[in-house]
Nanobody, 114 residues
Framework: QVQLVESGGGLVQPGMSLRLSCAAS????????MGWYRQSPGKQRELVAD?????GTEYAEFAKGRFTISRDKNTVLLQMNSLKPEDTAVYYC??????????WGRGTQVTVSS
């Protein structure tokens, strides 16, 4: 089992930045991909970005050019710049091993509002 703890959410104005952090503990030798998903009310959870243990990244179209994912061993960071009101959501950290899902964090609220 892997435990994931997120931090860094909050309330910001449009155009501002936030950095989310997720630290994994437990059976971390199983980790392959770590990433961030988000879910807004009434919408399905969607991928924001993820990164493999080898450094390969994948971004959602809405995240390209504004968000940057990075990883240091068992910690994954999401730098979010030029935030928009439509980025408002609960952001969840996710971890996968090579064959499937390892777990989810509890989520951190990001609210972008003037």
């Amino acid at each position: 089992q892997v435990q994931l703890v997120e931090s860094g959410g909050g309330l910001v104005q449009p155009g501002m930045s936030l950095r989310l952090s997720c630290a994994a503990s437990g059976s971390t030798w199983l980790l392959h991909t770590m990433g961030w998903y988000r879910q807004s009310p009434g919408k399905q959870r969607e991928l924001v970005a993820d990164i493999t243990s080898g450094g390969g990244t994948e971004y959602a179209e809405f995240a390209k050019g504004r968000f940057t994912i990075s990883r240091d061993k068992n910690t994954v960071l999401l730098q979010m710049n030029s935030l928009k009101p439509e980025d408002t959501a609960v952001y969840y950290c996710n971890a996968k091993h090579r064959l499937g899902n390892l777990g989810w964090g509890r989520g951190t609220q990001v609210t972008v509002s003037s």
